[in-house]
């Protein structure tokens, strides 16, 4: 089922006269194609939360449209839109086994969805195999780990048969191991049902591991859609540049005179085409090769080796950011007693940015990709 939200808008009234009111989500265009999973991300309070709420129908749009297919839900209440819907806390009964917690909601199916007791019965252990908790049938939620819970809670979801799933930062209460083990569940889940779902957070590894397409929010404005590789690879600007990938981006201020960008006083790379200004210069941690000649200097601080990676900590004074991590192959023979370290720069992996605006401005190749995909658009 493709999920269509035209020019969606929610904004939220100030509490008192005085105070502005908030746009929480604005102008949000997109369609979600049929049986994809897709990552909402983005800082605490750039919408997500909103965005998901009205799909699911808990928030009532200010303006714009939702469709699934080709119905137009905008005005339909939750229970008639067909959303399985969970939460981050898991929200089950607790005085209820987990079998009475799943079949709940298939007890409050009315006229002819209504079903047969032996019905609710094959449907419960049907979607409890699906999620690997169908031993766990007669526990109270008390008895059960964070992860196991949050297995019913899916599992209560889906038992309904949602035309659409949603899943606002379902992994959230786990502990690290548990949260991976949980992703890639949800993953396995998603695409053996082939349910289109939003799944809603703000911890970026996540987000990039398991959707097909992520959108990246901000302050309620979509700033970038795309195949999670993609949008690590061709950033639309600053902010989304910065707030994916693990070590960080590396920011710098620099300036392009006469088609070459400078990073200090160093000429760091040819950037044909672009006018002299002023930027903000993104590099990539592995966008760096270490290199005695190199022709960008920072000072060296450490060097750390995590096996096939080497990791190599510096400064420089036109960086934003306290330290440099660029990471290396670790047959780089460094010299880790030196003061100075040098790099050459990978081209694909440096993004520049415009001072004012923060938008990406393309050079080399990234314009030629920039004009094909618009074109191909
Ligand atoms: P988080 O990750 O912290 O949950 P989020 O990205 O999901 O954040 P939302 O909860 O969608 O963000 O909130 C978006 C904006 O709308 C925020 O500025 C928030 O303060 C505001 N907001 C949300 N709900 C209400 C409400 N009921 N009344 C007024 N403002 C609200």
Redesign the pocket.
Known sequence: MKVVLKELTKI?PGRTKKAPE?V?VNKFDFEIPDGKLVGLL?P????????LYMICGLQKPSSGKIFFGDDDVTELSPENRGVGLVFQNYALYPHMTVKQNILFPLQNFKGADRLSKSEMLERAYNVAKLVQIDDLMDRKPSELSGGQQQRVAIARALVKMPRVLLLDEPLSNLDARLRLQTREEIKRIQRETGITTVF?T?DQEEAMSISDIIVVMKL?VVQQIDKPQTVYEDPVNLFVAKFLGTPPINVFEGYVSGGKLFIGEDRVLDVDGVEDQDVFVGIRPEGFIYDEKGPFHCALRNVEVMGRDVSIVSTNGASLNPIIRSIVDADNKIDVSAEKVSFTLKPHKVFIFNKETEERIRFGKSEQNSQTSSKED
Request: charged share 5%; proline share 0%.
């Open positions: 939220f908030v929480a983005g605490s309070g750039c919408g997500k939360s909103t965005t809603v703000h309620g």
